[in-house]
């Protein structure tokens, strides 16, 4: 349909610019500022004429903060839940669509209230599983007597331990038991035309084959969406990991900025945080330009 | 090569029973077309054989082996689907091997089959396409591939044709007719288009409600359909049904107001029967002719080669089918004929053949 409205397609415009500069305008105002240097980004008001020290205060936001390392952990630990959402998510929701078996449903909804419950509500009883997998073990065999029969017996006492703090499955795993991939799979799956899963029956192909050789190739979109959209938010994990990662070993970017921010009595280097900040926000950027078009494609449900 | 035995197969999808207890013999070789109206369980008794849906009751032997139990693969099936079911992100020679390399055939012999088979269906230059950039026609063919490279012992094909436009599909028919004479296996065809049916097959299964309704060659299923639902189902256009009682002297139509004399009809005088004759056995003449009923023309339908003339008897509708070249003004009288053995006699309550000329119907020419 051709529509022949200019004074609507103006106005509508006119919307978009508007929201587009509110989207674009801090990031603006941060780029300017970390290319001040310390007297003109504490200004009032700052100056929005770009400063010269842009790459001199990178520099110096990369080696104070020690961003190298800190980026890869992050870059592993985004990349973990990423890849991990993706492919558990995957199984669940072909486990719900393709196989009836008893229970099915019980699972759907037990899925259904991971959604309900994010990390941020369950962070304390997260915490301790994550410092000691082993503890529910230990506390059923503890209520069942089981503990002391054994040590009874055998005289050894029991003390399972696992811990997995400054680790980065304790980092990743916490994240990626969630239930926010499955439900796209699913609308996915049930998209699937039976007749393909029937032809694939035919040819001989088995439910792992026909899961790997024809569902993954034809959900790669929603793969490349679901993993993108994992992995800025596993990025911009901030509670989580400042609470497990008590090493600086396995500290990840975002919460280390932190170190670039001036403390009280120190010097008001704004222009080092703000650069710093650029620098973290930059591996994210880089993702959603690379997967941007399967992204799109993977969300719009219709393909043809 | 493969023989396939139904015995007393149903099935029942939780409180609806959809197949009805359906027994038949396909022998190996040959080609069986199942016809009947859409709901009739004649796609879920193919899929019964397939080994797509669970058999309720009964059995189902390939080559005398009940397969009830076994999985599709290792039933030595093979089959089309209706919306020819192409992996889309696979290429041509890719979704046509595709049952090869699941099996472990190694590449180089999976290559050599895909262009044996797509040579035999014209497919060379296509093997690198993606179904998404084929043509229906061409689409059909890639799943005719599919099912052909497994050499199957027997081929199923769940309406393949319905979605291609008419002339394609005179095309793909008698390709496919082709194909099953030079790789002879079993073949097993179900669709709900009548022409599709008795052009395609060397046997006629005619199924309705979940029942078989007749089986035979298709000339042996127009000529003598085995009831009322075949009479009026298997024919284009229908054949024109008429109520009557057995009289003394023949039979009294469309309660009592038209008589037809018939000659021995052995049936009981009062009993209730529905009078079956072909729209093309029926001869238009002037109007009074002794012996014609005389009926209105309602609508004269112009094919090119004949033209199809729909009368009215007494309110029941009524058509002819006439190669002559006469066109009766809509609202004038003609009179219509037709030979004691083109009648075919239908229990009015059972819907039942009546067998009354045995001796003196003649075997159709097709």
Known sequence: MVERTPILNFFTHLILFVGFVFCVAPFVIVAIAASHNLKDVNDVPMSLLPGSDFWVNIKTAWT??????????????????????????????????????????????????????????????????????????????????????????SGVQVSLSLGLLNSYSGLILPLVATATGTFLYRQFFLTVPDELTEAARMDGAGALRFFVDILLPLS???????????????????????????????????????????????????????????????????????????FVRGLIATEK | ?????????????????????????????????????????????????????????????????????????????????????????????????????????????????VQAVARVLELEHLLDRKPMALS????????????????????LFDEPLSNLDAKLRVQMRSEIRKLHRRLSATSVFVTHDQVEAMTLADRLVVMNGGRVEQVGTPAEVYSRPASRFVATFVGAPAMNMLEGTVTLDGLSLLGGSRKLNVSRTGLPVGAKVAVGVRPEAVRMVAPGTPGALAATVDLVEELGAGRVVYVDLDGAPFSI????????????????????????????????????????VPEPVL
């Open chain 2, 1 to 113: 090569m493969a023989s396939i035995t139904i015995r007393g197969v149903k099935k029942n999808y939780a409180k609806t029973q959809v197949v009805h207890g359906v027994d038949l013999d396909f022998a190996s070789g040959e080609f069986v077309v199942i016809l009947g109206p859409s709901g009739c369980g004649k796609s879920t008794l193919l899929r019964m054989i397939a080994g797509l849906e669970e058999i309720s009751d009964g059995t189902i032997a390939i080559d005398g082996t009940v397969v009830n139990k076994l999985e599709p693969r290792e039933r030595g099936c093979a089959m089309v689907f209706q919306n020819y079911a192409l992996y889309p992100h696979m290429s041509v020679a890719q979704n046509i091997g595709y049952s090869l390399k699941v099996a472990g055939v190694p590449s180089a012999e999976r290559a050599q089959r």
């Open chain 2, 321 to 360: 089918v006439t190669s002559e070249t006469v066109h009766p003004e809509p609202g004038s009288t003609v009179g219509l004929q037709f030979a004691e053995a083109d009648l075919h006699f239908f229990s009015s309550e059972t819907g039942a053949r009546l067998d009354v000329f045995k001796a003196s």
């Open chain 1, 220 to 294: 790669r979109n929603n793969m490349a969406a679901l993993g993108t959209i994992m992995f800025l938010w596993a990025w911009n994990q901030y509670l989580w990991p400042l609470l497990i990662t008590t090493d600086q070993s396995h500290a990840m970017a975002v919460t280390e900025l932190k170190q670039l921010i001036p403390n009280v009595g120190g010097a008001p280097e704004w222009h080092i945080a703000m650069a710093g900040t650029l620098i973290v926000m930059l591996p994210p950027l880089i993702v959603v330009v690379l997967m941007q078009r399967w």
């Open chain 1, 64 to 153: 104070t903060a020690d961003l190298g390392p800190k980026l890869l952990n992050s870059f592993i630990m985004a990349f973990g839940v990423a890849a991990g959402k993706v492919i558990i998510s995957a199984l669940t929701a072909f486990s719900i669509v393709y196989f009836r078996y008893p229970g099915r449903m019980l699972m759907f909804w037990l899925i259904f209230i991971t959604l309900m419950l994010p990390l941020e509500v369950r962070i304390v009883p997260t915490y301790a599983v994550v410092a000691n997998v082993l503890e529910p073990y230990q506390a059923i065999m503890d209520l069942t007597g089981l503990s002391w029969l054994i040590e009874r017996v």
């Open chain 2, 136 to 155: 229906g026609g061409q689409r059909q063919r890639v799943a005719m591939g599919r099912a052909m490279i497994r050499e199957p012992k027997v081929f």
